[in-house]
């Protein structure tokens, strides 16, 4: 099989690597310094389907707390991590979000390439994911996301999400899931991945099966 992902999902497993390494950093007693979350495109991360913003927060608007006292997780677009869970597994999730211009910073120039195909640039782009807290739940196996680019027409997005799992021979097929009509990928026999498309942006799932998907799923735009 092909290990070729496009410059776009590139940089959103990258993204979802680092915030991800960095909430089990912090979630550590041994942490000593706070971990960079990087968008590099050599970042090497389980799947992670394509996209963007989810659903209704209960906790305040301030979104990310400290994972331990004196490290906080970067948190420059609330506005995307309002749209997902704020609780996953029962507990409440750790969030985190990156502007475009972060993301730009750390990417390749194939990704900067794609936008502009898109007529977009990085200060078009947003994104931000929610986890479940591996202090609470180790076993969670939860993230939600969101990859909004502003303007993008939707069923562009589709059409460059979808060959994206092409591109790297990932098997997805649509379904209705959490009452969303997704495409979902089941390669992996630990993890289903769900992403599907509204507006301009990409909304992602990561679960360990389709009745947790489901809840998170429901749960979302």
């Given amino acids: 099989m092909s290990d070729r992902p496009t410059p776009l999902r590139l940089a959103i497993i990258g993204l979802a690597a680092g915030a991800l390494v960095f909430v089990a950093a912090c979630s550590s007693t041994a942490a000593t310094a706070a971990p960079v979350v990087s968008a590099a495109p050599g970042a090497s991360a389980a799947p992670v389907v394509s996209t963007l913003p989810a659903a209704g927060s209960t906790a305040p608007e301030s979104s990310v707390a400290p994972v331990v006292p004196g490290f906080s997780l970067p948190s420059d677009d609330k506005g995307l991590e309002a749209l997902l869970p704020s609780t996953i597994c029962g507990q409440p999730a750790i969030k985190t979000s990156m502007s475009g211009a972060s993301l730009a910073a750390g990417?390749?120039?194939?990704?900067?390439?794609?936008?502009?195909?898109?007529?977009?640039?990085?200060?078009?782009?947003?994104?931000?994911?929610?986890?479940?807290?591996?202090?609470?739940?180790?076993?969670?196996g939860v993230t939600a996301g969101v990859f909004e680019i502003k303007g993008a027409d939707s069923g562009q997005l589709q059409t460059v999400f979808l060959a994206a799992a092409v591109a790297e021979e990932k098997a997805y097929t649509a379904a209705n899931v959490g009452g969303k009509d997704v495409y979902v990928d089941a390669s992996d026999p630990t993890t289903k991945n769900y992403f599907y498309v509204k507006g301009d942006a990409v909304f992602f799932v990561s679960a360990p099966d389709d009745t947790t998907g489901a809840t998170i799923l429901s749960s979302m735009p």
Avoid: E, M, R, Y
């Fill in 107 to 140: 990417a390749d120039p194939a990704f900067t390439a794609t936008l502009t195909q898109l007529g977009k640039s990085a200060s078009d782009v947003g994104f931000a994911i929610s986890t479940g807290n591996p202090a609470q739940v180790p076993t969670c």
